[in-house]
C-alpha cells in the first residue's frame, strides 16, 4: 500500500487485490477466473434472450446460439493469446501450460472474433434475420467482458503503471517481481486496468442500448458501435498496461488491433448505416418467417391462423354489387370535370 518516493514511504488509499484466486463455497473450491467468465456468459445469455424476445423470438434460439458460440469463443480467447504471446510459452519451455485457462492468459479480441463467426454461422443455418440476430445479440458482448474482467482482479494481473490514486489497485509484492520487475521494490499500488475497462465496457453496454431504442442505425449495424466503442476503450486502456506483451513494428499488438477495430466499426456505422429519419424502425421486427423457419414451435396455431384469413362466401355473396344497383351509382361524365382532385382513380 505504498509507494516508496526517494527514502519516504507515502501512505495511500487503494483498492486491496484478493487474498486468493479460489473462491470457497463450502466443500466447493471454484476458480475466481473461470467463475467470473461464467458469470460473463450467463448474463450475455440473459440480455441476448430479453432482447430477442422483444423481437419476435424464442429465447430458446439464443441459448442453441450460445451452446456453438461461446465454447468457441473460449477456444478463439485463448488461441489469440497464444499466438500473440508465444514467446513467454516458447522462451519457458510452457507449451505444457497452452490449455490451462484457469490461469489466465484469454485474448478477448481473439475470443470475440470466433464466437461471432460460429454464432453467424447458427444464425444462417436456421434461417433467421441475420440483421435482427446481431442487434439482438451484440450488446451482451460488452457486458460479458465487463464483469468477466473482473477475474483479473482475482489473478492480480493486467495492471497499469504506477498509481497513488485512491482507487490503485494493491499487488503482493513478490507478483510485483515476477510479473513486472521493473517495479519491484519501486510501487506496491497501480492502476486497476481491469476496472477501467470494466466500467467502459458497462458504460458501452448503456450507449448501444440507447442508441438501438433511439433507432439511429439500419438493422444490423449496431455492431459498428461495438467495434469502435471497444476498440476506444482498449487502446486508452493498453496504453496504461505494463505487463509483457508482442510487438509490431515497436508497438504493442493489442494497440494495432484497437486501431484496426475503431476502423472497421467507423466504416460498419458510416457506410449506409445510419438512417438520417428514413423510418421509425417498426420493420425491423423479426418476422414469422425469420423466426420459426425450419422451427417445430411454429407447428402449433398455424392451421388456426389459416382458418381465420380464409374468406367468408358469405360475406362474399353480400358484397356482390347488384346490377340494378349498378345503374344508379354511375357517375355523370359532367358531373365530373378533367383534373378534379375527386375524381375518381382506376384500380388496376
Do not use: C
Request: no cysteine.
Amino acid at each position: 500500500m505504498t509507494i516508496s518516493t526517494g527514502s519516504v514511504p507515502v501512505l495511500l488509499a487503494s483498492i486491496p487485490s484478493p487474498p486468493g484466486e479460489d473462491i470457497s463455497l463450502g466443500p466447493l473450491t471454484l476458480r475466481a477466473y473461470g467463475m467470473m467468465i461464467a458469470l460473463g456468459v450467463l448474463a450475455a445469455v440473459w440480455l441476448s434472450q430479453k432482447r430477442w424476445r422483444e423481437r419476435g423470438g424464442h429465447p430458446d434460439d439464443v441459448t442453441s446460439i450460445a451452446m456453438w458460440a461461446v465454447p468457441a469463443g473460449l477456444i478463439g480467447a485463448r488461441l489469440y493469446h497464444v499466438l500473440t504471446d508465444w514467446r513467454s510459452f516458447h522462451d519457458n519451455d510452457r507449451w505444457g501450460d497452452v490449455w490451462k485457462i484457469w490461469e489466465g492468459g484469454l485474448g478477448i479480441p481473439g475470443g470475440m472474433a470466433l464466437g461471432i463467426v460460429v454464432g453467424v454461422w447458427y444464425v444462417r443455418k436456421r434461417g433467421w434475420s441475420m440483421a435482427n440476430a446481431l442487434d439482438a445479440t451484440v450488446p451482451s458482448l460488452p457486458l460479458a467482458q465487463a464483469i468477466g474482467r473482473w477475474g483479473n482482479w482475482f489473478n492480480q494481473e493486467l495492471y497499469g503503471t504506477p498509481s497513488d490514486l485512491p482507487w490503485a489497485v494493491e499487488i503482493d509484492t513478490f507478483l510485483i517481481a515476477r510479473r513486472t520487475p521493473q517495479y519491484d521494490g519501486v510501487a506496491t499500488t497501480f492502476h486497476p486496468t481491469f476496472l477501467y475497462e470494466s466500467l467502459w465496457n458497462f458504460a458501452l453496454v448503456a450507449l448501444m442500448l440507447v442508441i438501438d431504442r433511439k433507432r439511429v442505425l439500419k438493422p444490423g449495424r449496431l455492431i459498428g458501435v461495438y467495434l469502435v466503442g471497444y476498440g476506444i476503450g482498449r487502446l486508452w486502456i493498453e496504453l496504461l498496461r505494463t505487463d509483457t506483451a508482442s510487438l509490431l513494428w515497436g508497438v504493442r499488438v493489442n494497440v494495432w488491433m484497437s486501431l484496426a477495430l475503431i476502423a472497421g466499426g467507423a466504416l460498419t456505422i458510416f457506410m449506409g448505416g445510419l438512417r438520417f429519419g428514413d423510418g421509425d424502425g417498426t420493420d425491423d421486427q423479426v418476422t414469422d418467417d425469420q423466426v420459426t423457419k425450419d422451427d417445430p414451435r411454429a407447428a402449433d396455431g398455424d392451421a388456426d391462423d389459416t382458418n381465420s384469413d380464409d374468406t367468408d362466401t358469405d360475406d362474399t355473396d353480400s358484397d356482390d354489387t347488384d346490377p340494378d344497383d349498378t345503374d344508379t351509382d354511375e357517375a355523370d361524365p359532367d358531373e365530373v370535370a378533367p383534373g378534379d382532385p375527386d375524381e375518381p382513380l382506376d384500380v388496376i
